[in-house]
C-alpha cells in the first residue's frame, strides 16, 4: 500500500508540474517584450550621443560602470558572467549602431588580447588584429582604429617592453584599462601522458613552468609567437600540447587535459586601452606619466615625494633604460586620480619644475580584474 500511495502522489506532482509550467506563449511573449526594450535601449544610445553625450573615451569607461552595477543587481538564476556577456553585447551594439567602432588588438584571434579586446569593446565592434604592439599604435596614429588595446604589465611576469617603448614615443593617449584574469589550459589531441612537447608564447610557459616542471617534467617546452599559433600546432600533432585559453581550444577543437595551470591563482595581465584622446573624468579614475630625471643624487627620491605633499596614491611605479643609453632611464608612474582635478594638476606642474622631460600618458577610468 505504501508502495502505491507514494507512486500516486508522483503522478499528482507531476501533474501539478504540468500545470505551472511556462508555456511556450509565455516564453514568446516575453522574448517579444525584451526585443523592443533593448531596441529602446539602443534609440536612447543613439540619441544621447547625437545630443552631444560623453567623449568617445568616456562611453566606454561608462559601460565598464553599467556592467559593473548590473552584476552588483544580478540574483539569478544566471551566473554573474552569464549576465555581463548579455549587457556587454547589447552595449557594443549600441553603440555600434550606425557606425561600428574599429578597434585595432595584436592578434591573431583568440590570443587573450583578442578576449581582452571582447571584454572592452563587444563583438559588435570591428576588432583589427595585427602583428605586432608597435602596429596597433601605428593603426592609432594613423586613424585606420579609433582604438588600439595592447598589454602592458602582468602580475606574474611584470612589464611588457615593448608597450612601454611604444608609449613612451607615440603621441596616442592611454584611455582605459582592462586588467584580465589570465586562466592557461594544457590543451592537445591526445593523453596527457604522452605529451612530448609544449607550445605556447614565452609569457605563458613562464607563467605555468611550476607546473610544467611537476607534471610534465620530460616534455620540450617550445616557444612561438602566440598562443593561437601553439593551439595550431597542438591540433596538428597528438603528441603536442598547448597553453592557451579555453576559447582558443574551442577554436581549434582541442581538449582540454588540464584547467588553470598557470602558478599564480591571481594572474592578470593589465591591457591599456589607446586612442587620439584621454578618458574624461568618472570620479573613480587614474593617471599615468612618463618623465625623464637628471642623472643625480636624490632626484628620483625628490620626485616621488612630490605624489606625497600633494597626497596622490600612486599605483604603479616602472623604471626603463633607454635603448643605448646607459645610465639614462624613463620612470612610468599612475597615481589615483584625473590630470584635470586640481591637486594633479600641481603635482605634474611641479615634477615638470624637476624632470627633463615629462609626458602625461592619459587620463582613464579605474577598472576591477575580469574574468
Known amino acids: 500500500m505504501a508502495k502505491k500511495k507514494a507512486k500516486k502522489k508522483s503522478t499528482e506532482e507531476t501533474a501539478a508540474g504540468n500545470e505551472k509550467r511556462p508555456s511556450r506563449l509565455q516564453l514568446e511573449k516575453l522574448d517579444r517584450e525584451i526585443l523592443a526594450l533593448i ?9 544621447r550621443a547625437q545630443a552631444g553625450g560623453p567623449e568617445r573615451g568616456h562611453s566606454f569607461a561608462e559601460n565598464a560602470d553599467v556592467l559593473q552595477k548590473v552584476v552588483g543587481l544580478n540574483e539569478g538564476p544566471l551566473r554573474d558572467d552569464a549576465v555581463r556577456a ?7 551594439g549600441s553603440h555600434g549602431v550606425g557606425h561600428r567602432t574599429r578597434v585595432a588588438y595584436l592578434g591573431p584571434e583568440y590570443t587573450y588580447s583578442h578576449l581582452a579586446a571582447i571584454e572592452r569593446f563587444g563583438q559588435s565592434a570591428e576588432l583589427m588584429p595585427v602583428g605586432t604592439i608597435a602596429s596597433v599604435f601605428e593603426e592609432v596614429e594613423r586613424r585606420h582604429a579609433e582604438y588600439g588595446l595592447v598589454p602592458i604589465e602582468n602580475s606574474t ?19 582605459g ?4 584574469r589570465i586562466r592557461h589550459c594544457l590543451l592537445g589531441i591526445g593523453e596527457r601522458s604522452k605529451i612530448e612537447r ?10 605555468c613552468r611550476n607546473w610544467l616542471s611537476k607534471h610534465l617534467p620530460g616534455a620540450q617546452l617550445l616557444e ?8 595550431q600546432k597542438a591540433a596538428k600533432d597528438a603528441s603536442a600540447a598547448a597553453i592557451a585559453s579555453q576559447q582558443a581550444g574551442a577554436n581549434y577543437s582541442l581538449s582540454i587535459l588540464a584547467s ?11 591591457f591599456a586601452v589607446i586612442s587620439t584622446e584621454s578618458g574624461g573624468r568618472t570620479g573613480n579614475d587614474k593617471t599615468a606619466l612618463v618623465f625623464e630625471l637628471d642623472h643625480q643624487p636624490g632626484a628620483l627620491a625628490d620626485s616621488m615625494g612630490i605624489f ?3 597626497k596622490l596614491n600612486l599605483t604603479w611605479i616602472e623604471s626603463f633604460p633607454l635603448p643605448g643609453q646607459r645610465g639614462r632611464y624613463l620612470f612610468f608612474v599612475e597615481f589615483q586620480g584625473h590630470a584635470s582635478e586640481l591637486r594633479a594638476r600641481r603635482a605634474i606642474a611641479s615634477l615638470e619644475k624637476k624632470a627633463t622631460r615629462l609626458t602625461v600618458l592619459g587620463s582613464y577610468a579605474h577598472a576591477e580584474a575580469i574574468g
Open 157 to 175: 611576469d611584470g612589464r611588457v617592453t615593448d608597450a612601454l617603448d611604444c608609449l613612451a614615443r607615440s603621441c596616442v593617449k592611454i584611455c
Open 308 to 310: 606625497k605633499r600633494h
Open 260 to 270: 588553470s595551470i598557470e602558478d599564480n591563482p591571481d594572474n592578470v595581465t593589465r
Open 86 to 92: 548579455v549587457f556587454r553585447e547589447l552595449l557594443s
Open 224 to 231: 612561438v609567437a602566440s598562443t593561437a599559433e601553439a593551439a
Open 177 to 180: 584599462e582592462v586588467p584580465l
Open 198 to 207: 609544449v607550445y605556447s608564447k614565452t609569457q605563458p610557459l613562464s607563467q
Open 39 to 47: 531596441n529602446k535601449r539602443a534609440e536612447l544610445t543613439v540619441s
